[in-house]
């Protein structure tokens, strides 16, 4: 029954996470807010909705170790599993702002999460304002550096023309389907750690993460097949600075965020760095600005041993 609550659950956040991007870009060009800056914000923050809502969840119903290795998982799972199988499909080419900007900002956010989970074994409000004050810094670089005729993809032109009725229904499922989603994948979750004998940490850092993580992945194969632009990578960077920013940030504002997982620190978020840290010599070596199928598959490689060795632990 765990499994059908989770599937259940992954199922709602999706549905509830597409309405809230919707509503969400319809509402800005109501409010003149410019094509630029609603990708580059509000189609992130709407897209960072499902994990935040799950993580405020887990903290606020005694399971920080979801709550934390939500994130922590997701973005292993965006290098390792939804890069890797792109790359695996079709090759990808890298911009230069990704080592100028993006990547070098995802390695400060992460070394940074890292301390202030080591340093007291928590996650306090100040530090998630910290995170989150350090989001709405890289945002403002971002759009400051972007050029002013850049258009996101994920922004739909014809949400400029949706009616206020629409906004506001659209708002309210998404509102309806994140709540019921977060419930049942955290109560699906525990009840699976618990009837596989593994760590809430465990099944936060692999199930979960993989299941938040299909949406994209779809997404981005498909692109790869039909031999379209296949993966921003600094989209994906710019995820896993999201995650840490907004939802481990406005989730401590919230309440402090315990580490209740030995795992987390001593293990998961180690794999974390590794993945992001191991970018640079992916895209510079042998050949420059590109991650080849090969790449791919290291990285697929290396995702799979560590949900083997997530798994093993708890043997």
Same mark, same amino acid.
Do not use: C
């Given at each position: ?15 509830g996470g597409?309405?809230l991007v919707?509503?969400?870009?319809a509402l800005?060009?109501?409010l003149?807010?410019s094509k630029?800056?609603?990708?580059m914000t ?5 897209t960072?909705?499902?994990e935040?809502?799950v993580?405020l ?7 920080p170790?979801?709550a934390?290795n939500?994130v922590?998982g ?14 695996l499909?079709?090759s990808?080419?890298v911009?230069k ?10 390695m400060? +956010?992460? @070394? *940074? /999460?890292?301390?202030?989970l %080591?340093? =007291? ?5 100040l530090?998630g304002a ?7 810094l +890289?945002? @403002? *670089? /971002?759009?400051?550096?972007? %050029?002013k =005729?850049?258009?996101?993809e994920?922004?739909d ?6 009616s206020n009725?629409?906004?506001?229904l659209? /708002?309210?499922?998404?509102?309806v ?15 699976l750690?618990t009837m596989?004998?593994v760590?809430?940490?465990?099944i ?20 790869a ?10 989209n994906?960077?710019g ?14 504002i919230?309440k402090t965020i315990?580490?209740t997982d030995?795992?987390?620190l ?6 974390m760095l ?8 992916l ?13 791919g ?11 083997f060795l ?5 043997v």
């Open positions: 029954m765990s499994l059908v609550w989770i599937i259940l659950g992954l199922m709602l956040l999706v549905i597409e309405f919707r509503s969400s870009v800005s060009f109501k003149k807010i630029m800056v609603i990708g509000v189609v992130s923050f709407a960072s909705a499902p935040l809502l993580s969840n887990a903290a606020l119903t005694g399971s170790a979801i934390i939500n922590i997701s973005n292993i799972a965006n290098i390792g599993l939804v890069l890797g199988i792109t790359a499909v079709s990808i080419a911009d702002s990704f080592y100028k900007l993006n990547w070098p900002v995802m400060v +956010f992460s @070394i *940074v /999460l890292y301390y202030f %080591k340093n =007291d074994d928590h996650l306090r409000p530090e910290v995170l989150f004050g350090g989001l709405i +890289f945002l @403002i *670089v /971002l759009i400051k550096s972007a %050029k =005729d850049t258009i996101p994920e922004v032109e014809s949400l400029a023309i949706v009725f629409k906004i506001t659209w /708002l309210l499922i998404g509102a389907a994140l709540y019921f989603g977060s419930e049942w994948l955290v109560d699906g979750a525990k009840e750690a596989l004998g760590s809430d940490a465990v936060a850092a692999t199930v979960i993460a993989i299941g938040t993580s299909v949406p994209e992945l779809a997404a981005s194969v498909i692109a097949v039909k031999k379209e632009k296949a993966l921003s990578l600094g994906l960077i995820s896993n600075i999201f995650n840490i920013g907004s939802v481990l940030g406005l989730t401590s919230v315990p580490v030995a795992a987390i001593d293990h998961d978020i180690f794999w590794a993945f992001s840290a191991v970018l640079i010599p895209i510079i070596l042998p050949k420059r600005l590109n991650i080849s199928r090969y790449k598959l290291l990285l697929v490689v290396a995702y799979g041993a560590f949900i997530a798994f093993r632990s708890q």
